[in-house]
């Protein structure tokens, strides 16, 4: 509709969204989403270059493993705000609730492990701990605006069964793996049929 250029309050009828859900679902795509080797911005590069960088990136974390955010205090409390401000706008559930984040503090961090993280932020304290389980944490408290972001590292899942059993309290954290390495799965793949196809 949007592409169609439509009037937003047509959108709105017809979505039942509101004007600021739908304005976050057009700038959705302008916000960076991961962070490569401890850089906030990778710099612009050309199509071919961004299509080797996608398929560094899945090698990368196949062979390295990967940090995943898992806890961001602000995002949570944000989306847990969102998600009822939807539903109370929504008379009948057409659409799946979609949260949009806000946060500055990217959702994988593709780093070695052994490797320190770099944020470039003088008013953050970071912290590296190990968890239960030899999980290797990483919790950074925000000084300006006390926010408390944590990052697990984990290595790539390989054999995905649906059916395995999961333990309640990491099912969620499960499906959100699988959810972020299949995105990155699907660039590499795209990129792959990209390059061949411009060879």
Known sequence: MIKKNENIEDIMDATKLSKETIQQLINENKKPKMMTNGSWNKKKVSNKEQHIQNMKDELFMMKYGYWV???????????????????LQLREPQFEFKYISKSKYPDMILQKIDEPLHFNNDNIIIDKLVGNQNQNIITIYDKLDGNYILYT???????????IQVPMEIEGLYKYLIDKQLEIKIKSLESMIFLFENM
């Open 69 to 87: 955010k898992t806890k961001d205090t602000l995002e949570d409390l944000d989306k847990e705000y969102q998600l009822k401000k939807y539903k």
């Open 153 to 163: 590292y984990t290595k790539y899942i390989i054999d995905y069964n649906p059916e």
